[in-house]
């Protein structure tokens, strides 16, 4: 054990007091933690399993990108609801000879990101474990009845998506050719600093521009898939307007577009919007591309080339126990 549980807890508890907010009234220290929600507000609760050789190897990701990941998870799931995050819970599992610097810099990432949107870490659990397990959970809120569901897309509502699709799988394809990526370089950042996007959830929620939306955690396909499920739809994506990453030494594992339509781990949003709805070329300084339309029919996808042709896309993401 790289500390004693209770010491442990003590400094994950010093640590955490640096993101504070109004919303937690009593955080570590009871045996549970005290919120005081916002008047009028519905609150938003999502948790997600980190595990080892699951999602992350140490050999590949440092600490302080498993926690910042870890993080971001959740945050990324606030945001498709177009939610505001106030508060994140952490259970934590470790192998008793995890060395300290590596628990150290998973609490640094972690907490770095939680600064930065204003979420306090308010409590969680420790326990013991043959590999690494962290599960994060977050709570955030929005306005009364504006949360953006996944249920909401109509026939004649346009697709979009922010940022770029298929960096972070073309990075872990890398990886597990054995070829060396540094977390920092160029077009890594997606895999091992993902950016949740708050801030453009919150813009389509308050000018209520969207009217169904998801986090592409999963792989493009796939999460588009839930949305027609949940709303009953189908959907032709354009293959020619996915925005893919800029060429890298690490994409010629897969062409670009089979990252992009399936490769998953990149936290960008995925929503639908009438119409009449105004959608900017980039939003809180993100890009945003419209990629398809919403069409009547049973829940499939349908895509569609440079010729007009159409074809049926089966969802090919990421799904526990598909193998």
Request: aromatic share 6%.
């Amino acid at each position: 054990m790289p500390l004693r549980e209770s010491e442990l807890i003590r400094r994950i508890r010093r640590s955490a007091r640096a993101s504070r907010n109004r919303v937690v009234v009593a955080g570590i220290g009871d045996d549970c933690a005290i919120l005081r929600t916002t008047p009028g507000c519905d609150s938003l609760v999502t948790t997600d399993f980190s595990i080892e050789g699951t999602h992350f190897r140490r050999e590949w990701h440092p600490g302080n990108a498993v926690g910042h990941r870890c993080l971001a998870r959740g945050l990324s799931d606030i945001a498709a609801m177009g939610g505001e995050p106030r508060a994140a819970f952490l259970s934590l599992a470790i192998p008793g000879k995890l060395p300290r610097q590596w628990v150290d810099k998973f609490l640094a990432g972690l907490l770095h990101l939680a600064r930065r949107h204003k979420v306090e870490l308010a409590g969680g659990d420790i326990s013991s474990a043959p590999v690494i397990c962290a599960d994060i959970c977050v709570v955030g809120e929005v306005p009364r009845g504006t949360w953006l569901p996944r249920s909401g897309a109509r026939p004649g509502d346009s697709i979009f998506v922010t940022g770029t699709l298929g960096a972070a799988a073309a990075v872990l394809q890398a990886l597990r050719a054995g070829e060396p990526v540094s977390p920092r370089s160029r077009g890594a950042r997606q895999h091992f600093y993902p950016e949740p996007r708050i801030a453009v959830g919150q813009y389509l929620r308050d000018r209520g521009l969207a009217t169904a939306a998801i986090d592409v955690s999963d792989g493009f396909s796939t999460d588009l898939n839930h949305i027609c499920q949940e709303s009953k739809v189908a959907a032709v994506v354009h293959e020619h307007s996915l925005p893919r990453p800029t060429p890298a030494n690490w994409l010629r594992h897969t062409s670009a577009l089979h990252l992009a339509l399936h490769g998953g781990d990149d936290y960008e949003l995925l929503f639908t919007a009438p119409p009449a709805a105004r959608i900017p070329r980039t939003i809180c300084g993100v890009r945003v591309t419209r990629v398809g339309e919403i069409i009547s029919g049973r829940p499939q996808i349908l895509l569609m080339d440079s010729h007009g042709q159409r074809k049926a896309l089966t969802p090919g993401g990421w799904q526990a126990f598909s193998e």
